[in-house]
């Protein structure tokens, strides 16, 4: 297949996957790929993903060179691949809220007996297949990149899929990687032409996600292969998204303006061909007029031609056969809903001939009737295309933007904060994402058509259905969730995290005087016990300020819980801290923090409570010489499970507290 200069129409290359063996080149990837990567814990992946993405930024302008030639403005190509890069430094830092460990243990323990000698966890393991990413052409490095920071960290492999139409982008990065030798061998494969075959390969530990059409992406979702063998399939597919304008935005508010360059960005950036850009303009029927105005006024100042010359602020579509379909899908919604902007037979070019590239003005469409004339809703221009619709009442606005049928995101602008509640309220189900825009938030908001490594990217009914990254939640997409069952020691044991039932270890020495690589799962101090006195709570209320009547005022209690003047829950803890600390200066560094605290049980005075600390879970955390304080130190968090009981043996109070200790060297 040709790969067209998107000003020139000339050919720069072709796309071709003739003779290719899909099923090796899945293979390869399974086992050349995938075996190293499963081996390697989170944060050792998460430094290879920062490491790539350094590696990528020092050699960032060779790929602005090859994106100009996809008809992207400096801008475009910024949201391409330094937004790429940009995922990868995201996920790199995700590593630190996974485990030092290869897989992840989810959620809480589940207690499945009465003696708690069975009970149930979930782990997460990486799928052992590969991931194919099936990509559209409008982001060639930014949908790679935003999908394979997500796999990689999970520890899968991936083949790319990308779009043959600028696939030729895709590869000048792409070599780059490989020869970067940052990733493992196989970890990564891209393929460059139409792929037709490859999913008759796919097997139950692969997934396939999918970004274009669609038309498309049904077709593709109903294969026989993904269907036979359960095959997870993500789809994020273009729709017709909704930016609303509230009633109280009028003309000289702050959102009436903010509203107008939005919408106006939305449709010039990258020449509209966006999965995310807003397609549909819903205002208030009394705004119609003046949104109109300021709307055509804005993309009238919009230059368009080869981004390479003075003034230019749009630059082409893809080539002139996506032109092609442009205008058709154009010309079709224009026999019902006419254009109030854009002359497409006339219009002005800068730096580049009109007839031979790919060129297109912003076009501006006006459905008046939106809740009748439902085409709006149905067909999509993927281009600098957007339709104005006015509503009477906010129900209607949130109707209208149903009618989309599903969407990756919503826009609501407005300062009134009755109409952002309710708009959210009712229309999130149709939405994967909803921008609030308002003068509150105009000053860092990354924008309607921005979706953020941390936050899901995708959309219910005609925006696929799927959900990609997403922080954590699009990591376990690449994993397997297995319940586990089993005494607390065996799950322990296997997950490396301590379940309260499991075996206790003490040794000799205290815990407090060792270093962080000589501390194990499971090891236990028992401390020596303490009486709780009324003079114990009387200083601790002095000395915390806390005179809650429940620990100072016996005569309140009536009605209450307690039987008499109860020790203060963060005495209870204190207390416990002074039984276990070691307080001469060891390896623990410092007191990282408390996960979490339960107060099981009143402590009155006359109780004897003692402690019992065992080592929950060891946390490595990286560290660099050349760096001062804390961070040059080798060192690792520790959790401790702070298990505190009375002289009958009942827990009466629990906690997770956290310290950082020192690592020998």
Not at 406 to 431: K, M
Not at 493 to 520: I, M, R
């Amino acid at each position: 297949m040709p790969q067209y200069n998107a000003y020139t129409g000339e050919i720069l290359s072709t796309a071709s996957d003739a003779g290719l063996d899909y099923a090796a080149i899945l293979e390869y990837g399974r086992q050349t790929g995938g075996s190293p990567l499963r081996r390697m814990t989170f944060p050792e992946r998460g430094r290879m993903l920062k490491a790539l993405a350094f590696y990528l930024l020092e050699r960032k302008e060779k790929y602005y060179t090859v994106s100009h030639l996809t008809g992207a403005t400096k801008a475009d190509s910024w949201v391409d691949i330094e937004g790429g890069i940009g995922n990868l430094f995201a996920y790199s830092s995700l590593r630190r809220r996974f485990p030092d460990e290869p897989y992840f243990v989810e959620g809480e323990t589940i207690r499945l007996s009465k003696e708690n000698t069975f009970i149930g966890h979930h782990i997460l393991t990486p799928k052992r297949g590969v991931a194919v990413h099936i990509n559209a052409f409008n982001f060639p490095i930014w949908g790679m990149l935003e999908k394979i920071a997500v796999n990689l960290l999970a520890g899968v492999p991936a083949v790319v899929k990308s779009s043959e139409q600028t696939s030729f982008l895709t590869e000048a990065m792409v070599r780059d990687i490989i020869a970067s030798g940052i990733l493992p061998e196989g970890a990564l494969q891209l393929l460059v032409g139409q792929g037709r075959g490859i999913l008759d390969h796919m097997r139950s530990q692969d997934v396939v996600t999918f970004t274009g059409s669609a038309e498309t992406g049904k077709k593709l979702r109903a294969h026989p292969a993904l269907i036979q063998h359960s095959v997870p399939f993500t789809m994020e597919a273009d729709s017709l998204n909704a930016a609303v304008l509230g009633e109280d935005a009028t003309p000289g508010t702050a959102e009436f303006d903010l509203f107008i360059k939005e919408v106006r960005r939305e449709m010039v950036t990258k020449a509209g061909q966006k999965c995310t850009a807003v397609r549909r303009i819903i205002v208030p029927e009394a705004l119609l007029e003046a949104v109109q105005t300021a709307l055509s006024k804005a993309l009238g100042q919009t230059t368009v031609g080869d981004p390479s010359a003075d003034g230019v602020r749009m630059g082409a579509l893809i080539n002139r056969l996506h032109l092609a379909r442009v205008r058709e899908k154009l010309a079709l919604l224009a026999e019902s809903t006419p254009i109030v902007h854009g002359n497409i037979e006339q219009f002005e070019v800068v730096g580049a001939d009109r007839d031979r590239g790919a060129f297109l003005p912003p076009v501006l469409l006006l459905n008046a009737r939106p809740l009748l004339q439902t085409i709006s809703h149905e067909t999509e221009c993927f281009g600098p295309v957007s339709t104005l619709m006015p509503y009477k009442t906010l129900d209607e606005a949130i109707e209208i933007a149903r009618m989309g049928k599903g969407s990756l995101v919503s826009t609501i602008c407005t300062n009134d904060r009755r109409i952002q509640r309710e708009y959210v309220l009712e229309a999130a189900a149709h939405h994967g994402r909803i921008l609030m825009l308002n003068r509150n938030s105009a000053k860092e908001s990354t924008g309607h058509g921005s979706p953020m490594p941390m936050l899901v990217h995708g959309g219910p009914g005609h925006a696929g259905g799927g959900e990609e990254m997403g922080g954590m939640r699009g990591v376990f997409h690449y994993m397997q969730r297995t319940a586990i069952q089993g005494h607390p020691t065996d799950i322990t044991n296997v997950s490396n995290q301590y379940q309260t039932g499991a075996e206790q270890t003490e040794t000799p020495v205290h815990p407090f005087k060792k270093h962080f690589d000589d501390l194990f799962v499971g090891e236990t101090l028992i401390t020596a016990k303490h009486t709780v006195s009324e003079a114990d709570i009387h200083n601790f209320a002095n000395v915390s300020g806390d005179n809650f009547y429940a620990h100072t005022d016996a005569t309140a209690l009536e009605g209450t819980p307690f039987t008499g003047r109860v020790a203060h829950g963060y005495f209870v803890l204190s207390k416990a801290a002074g039984l276990f600390v070691d307080a001469k200066k060891g390896p623990v560094l410092l007191n990282y923090g408390l996960d979490e605290c339960r107060f099981t049980k009143p402590v009155y005075p006359g109780m004897t409570i003692g402690v019992k600390l065992t080592v929950k879970e060891k946390i490595e955390q990286e560290h660099d010489p050349a760096r001062e304080g804390v961070g040059a130190i080798p060192r690792g968090i520790v959790k401790w499970l702070v298990d505190v009981y009375d002289e009958t043996g009942e827990t009466v109070a629990v906690a997770t507290i956290l310290t950082m200790v020192r690592k020998k060297g």
